[in-house]
């Protein structure tokens, strides 16, 4: 079932009243891309989403699908699904009817419904719940059922307004992986906005990092981690320390950093903190300019030459590990 539309978004733009939610954005997502919008609350994700989706008029600019203008079709008519935040679950409704409501408003016979709400139910792994209400569910049911009802209408693009947010931290991880798979079997693309990067990283091929109603950067996941831009991305990416050099402002990772004889590197420091964490130790310095940054090291690396807390020590790196940023 490979898909072949991309989606793109030309100079969108959404203002409510005075307040600009999404200010002249552009992005070409390729078909078949798992993409995260990432970025914190009230940057303007969800009304990028909901303006894809067809439920939240597009202010200026527009949305392609294919190279069809779909900014102003209604959402049925789009090729895009979303699941929301809250699953938006009928709770009068038993998940097989949840899953087949959408058939059932395009006038499409009951036998056919109960067909493909089936198929829908066995590729999400609920089969045996199709009878239950959505109260007897727990909260990662509830989300099969939310994706199963999504997948019936087959969209091109499956919009994703912060999935995971209503599960404990155990089950997040595991959807988190269910998702992945569900997306590389279906091949059409996932837009799954988050403001958790952990999540982002670990589901996205593409990631955008949206801040104050802008993208701040965006491309191949490991491609911005690997190389942020701006002090706003590489901190909001975290494992990465933004120091001011004499040069200008640096991005460092954390696992970039090395430890050496107080002395003999580019920055010299003082050791505030170290903090075992089983798999490495991270160790805290304050740095000249009133700084501090964390260098994460190998459990190894750390024991073979113990460090403590207010000792001397220098700060390197391979001198392609530093990124210059702007802003
Ligand atoms: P995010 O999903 O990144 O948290 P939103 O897209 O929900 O951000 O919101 C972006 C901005 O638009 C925020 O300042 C928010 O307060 C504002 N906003 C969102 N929805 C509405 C609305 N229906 N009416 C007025 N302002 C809104
Ligand atoms: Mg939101």
Redesign the pocket.
């Given at each position: 079932m490979s898909r072949t539309l991309d989606l793109e978004l030309i100079s969108l733009t959404k203002r409510?009243g005075d307040?600009v939610?999404v200010d002249a954005i552009s992005y070409h997502f390729t078909a078949g891309t798992y993409a995260c919008l990432l970025?914190p609350?009230?940057?303007?994700?969800?009304?990028t989403l909901r303006m894809i989706a067809g439920h939240e008029a597009v202010s200026d600019g527009a949305i392609t699908l294919g190279g069809r203008d779909i900014s102003h079709l209604p959402p049925a008519k789009r090729g895009t699904a979303m699941m929301f935040q809250n699953y938006a679950l009928f709770p009068h409704l038993t998940v097989r009817d949840n899953v087949g409501f959408s058939l059932k408003m395009q006038g499409i016979d009951a036998a056919k419904q109960r067909t493909r709400a089936g198929e829908m139910l066995e590729l999400v792994d609920m089969t045996a719940l199709a009878d239950r209400l959505p109260a007897q569910l727990s909260g990662g049911q509830q989300q099969r059922a939310a994706l199963a009802r999504a997948l019936i209408t087959e969209p091109e693009v499956l919009l994703l307004d912060e999935p995971l947010s209503a599960l404990d931290p155990f089950l997040r991880v595991r959807m988190r992986t269910e998702l992945k798979k569900l997306q590389r079997e279906l091949g059409i693309t996932f837009v799954h906005?988050t403001h958790g990067q952990d999540e982002a990283l670990a589901l996205a091929d593409e990631i955008v990092v949206m801040n104050a109603a802008k993208i701040e950067q965006a491309g191949k996941t490991r491609a911005v981690f690997d190389a942020p831009q701006t002090a706003f991305v590489a901190r909001f990416l975290g494992s990465h320390n933004v120091v001011s050099m004499p040069g200008g402002m640096v991005a460092i990772r954390s696992d970039a950093l090395r430890i050496t004889p107080a002395g003999t590197a580019r920055l010299p420091g003082t050791i505030t903190s170290i903090e075992y964490q089983g798999t490495h130790v991270a160790l805290t310095a304050a740095v000249p300019g009133d700084q501090e940054v964390t260098a994460v090291l190998s459990d190894r690396d750390f024991f073979d030459d113990p460090k403590n807390p207010g000792e001397a020590i220098g700060l390197d790196w391979e001198a392609e590990a530093a990124h210059a940023l702007a802003g």
């Open positions: 409510y307040t939610a970025g609350s009230g940057c303007g994700k969800s009304s906005v």
